[in-house]
């Protein structure tokens, strides 16, 4: 009994150790407690923030940062020379003085007047009750701090600020083309981040962001006829306007005061104008979802009423494949220029077909496990928050809104069509390119949005699909609330399947090389293959005989120092599978004999192997 316990132990220790974090982890903690007033009819607010900042480094700080993203949106700002010198601007930040064949751009921010511009500024900041020297460079606050913070210590900000809301350009903004008053985005002085890597001090040019877990408790006040949609629970529903039909609406010198909390996020929204209606449902996984939109039409209320039964249906999905969604609710809010996600909420424009709206919405709710939940720096590794969550998208929708049931071989195969149009266009860049540097926005968006879902899919194909999916849970139960890497996800797939990723995630991610595999031939019942990339890859080879038999081979590539499980996909079933030796990247040629006359060759029926040129993966004899 006593050695099958230190057997059992022994067992559990080098489990964990298997699934460990990395050693030394850390991360850093805020608290917020802000004040908003808010003055409507000039777009602007004061704010007054309390900020709990807790520095568990090993490492004491003397200065900290804040992101001022608002005064991005000023005539010469770094956000406004991008837009001017980029090839392919985004068209909602620019207006075209050309011609559709010969377009001249022109930065929108260029022709903010003063009073139509953004900017937050800093009026006073203390710390732990000493006042602190400040400076603001662009959309960067720098603070030195009267004493530094040691390791370990938690130091407490006060700081006053205000703030002008600028015309709506990109995400945040007053008076969006849908005529939503105010889209608060990006709207209050927000700590930068700082971890093993150092301090995270990217200048605001419409690119993503990065930031540390806390919590949040915000005051707003404005005029009494607004509805405010937000990140978080509201905490006083029969006080204000819209979420309750029993409420009486509380205010002084005209106007109501609306407070949200939220637990454990890195980003607040909000939104409001006095045309909202608020909805909501709860998922039968007990997350309540609202609505917060203006009924501009009959067809725009029911595609909402419509689009809020399959967002509960979408978190109950999520929540069984990656992972609980962990927060009480999530608000969706029509805002912003498009579509972009907070914490437990996002703002996406509203007045889409029914098609268009689940699957914004989609899109954004699914960016609650990769980007929120996993606090990925999308600053860094765009492909692993925008991929992913590009991939649970359409997983969701074509099982709830395409109603398609069991979803096999590849489900992202359109992704994998933009991906190869980007591969041979000449314009593609690496992953691991920092995403502010992409040379232009066609680039950086078909990689980060589609390449990175080929990532994941064709993970699969290596790996296995069984394997992915438990891959993806257990990478939830480890990485929650913290900020992994792509690196961390990689050691999880490979714990989870045994197969060493190094040389894929490697040339995938830090290289433009590309997959291509082909059949040169038969002769004498020998299927001669060639790798004519720049990417060693396992194949999965379909030969269907004459006789109308069929056999799956499978050939490991050395690399992968294993291999993957059989499938169960229902092109396999019946199907023989025979496992050979393993191919090495060195060698570009491989040879397959079998044992009677062939009627059809196929590399990797299930189209989840990325070849970029697909025309001599089949072959008819």
């Not at 003055?39 to 090993?58: I, P, V």
């Not at 992101?67 to 005539?75: D, M, T, V």
């Not at 098609?355 to 954004?364: A, D, P, Q, R, T």
């Amino acid at each position: 009994m006593i050695q099958k316990f230190i057997s059992l132990l022994s067992f559990l220790l080098v489990s964990c150790s298997l699934f460990a974090q990395r050693p030394g982890y850390w991360q850093q903690a805020v608290d917020y407690k802000m004040d908003i007033d808010v003055n409507e009819s000039t777009f602007q607010y004061a704010g007054n923030m309390t900020l709990k900042y807790s520095n568990n480094s090993s490492r004491a700080l003397s200065k900290v940062y804040f992101h001022l993203y608002l005064n991005a949106f000023q005539p010469g700002s770094m956000m406004d020379y991008r837009l001017s010198n980029i090839s392919d601007p985004d068209a909602r930040m620019t207006n075209n003085l050309g011609t559709k064949e010969k377009p001249q751009y022109q930065s929108r921010i260029a022709t903010l007047t003063p009073d139509q511009i953004g900017y937050q500024k800093v009026k006073s900041l203390r710390v732990n009750g000493t006042d602190a020297t400040f400076k603001t460079d662009g959309t960067i606050l720098e603070v030195t701090l009267p004493r530094a913070i040691a390791a370990g210590e938690t130091a407490t900000f006060e700081m006053t600020w205000d703030a002008q809301v600028p015309e709506q350009i990109r995400r945040t903004g007053r008076n969006s083309k849908e005529g939503v008053a105010l889209s608060m985005a990006q709207w209050y002085p927000k700590m930068a981040h700082f971890d093993d890597y150092g301090w995270h001090l990217d200048e605001y040019v419409a690119r993503e962001f990065i930031a540390p877990f806390g919590n949040f408790d915000v005051t707003i006040h404005i005029n009494k006829d607004y509805v405010v949609g937000a990140s978080g629970k509201l905490q006083n529903p029969l006080a204000v306007k819209g979420y309750n039909k029993k409420a009486k609406v509380q205010h002084k010198d005209g106007k109501a005061t609306w407070n949200f909390k939220a637990e454990n996020i890195h980003d607040f929204v909000w939104a409001a104008d006095p045309k909202f209606v608020v909805d909501s449902a709860k998922s039968q996984g007990g997350v309540s979802v609202y609505t917060v939109y203006i009924p501009s039409s009959a067809a725009v209320k029911e595609n909402w009423k419509t689009a809020l039964t399959m967002a509960t249906e979408f978190f109950d999905f999520c929540s069984t494949r990656f992972g609980a969604y962990p927060w009480p609710t999530y608000s969706i809010v029509q805002g912003g220029d498009g579509g972009m996600e907070y914490g437990t909420a996002t703002l996406v424009t509203g007045g889409r077909d029914i098609k268009s709206l689940v699957g914004v919405i989609f899109h954004e709710a699914a960016h609650s496990w990769y980007q929120h939940l996993f606090g990925i720096n999308e600053t860094v590794d765009e492909w692993f928050d925008e991929g992913f969550t590009s991939y649970v998208e359409e997983l969701a929708f074509q099982q709830i809104f395409e109603k398609k049931g069991a979803i096999e071989t590849n489900p992202v195969i359109a992704a994998y069509r933009a991906y190869y149009k980007l591969a041979l266009s000449g314009k593609e860049e690496p992953m691991s390119l920092l995403a502010d540097y992409y040379n232009t926005n066609y680039g950086y968006s078909n990689q980060a949005y589609n390449k990175g879902q080929v990532l994941a899919q064709q993970l699969g194909y290596i790996i296995g699909q069984e394997n992915l999916d438990k891959t993806f849970l257990k990478f939830y139960e480890l990485w929650k609330f913290k900020h992994p890497t792509p690196n961390d996800f990689k050691r999880v797939a490979e714990d989870i399947s045994g197969i060493n990723l190094k040389w894929y995630f490697n040339l995938f991610i830090n290289t433009t090389r590309t997959i291509d595999y082909g059949i040169l031939g038969v002769n004498d019942n020998v299927i001669q293959l060639r790798n004519k990339g720049g990417i060693a890859m396992p194949i999965d080879l379909l030969v269907e005989y004459q006789d109308g038999s069929k056999e799956l081979f499978y050939i490991p590539l050395r690399e992968m120092r294993g291999e993957k499980p059989a499938e169960n996909f229902s092109i396999y079933q019946g199907v023989k599978r025979t496992v050979l030796e393993d191919w090495f990247w060195t060698n570009p040629l491989y040879q397959v004999k079998v044992g009677k006359a062939i009627k059809k060759v196929t590399i990797d029926p299930s189209l989840r192997l990325a070849d970029v040129e697909s025309s001599d993966n089949v072959l008819t004899l």
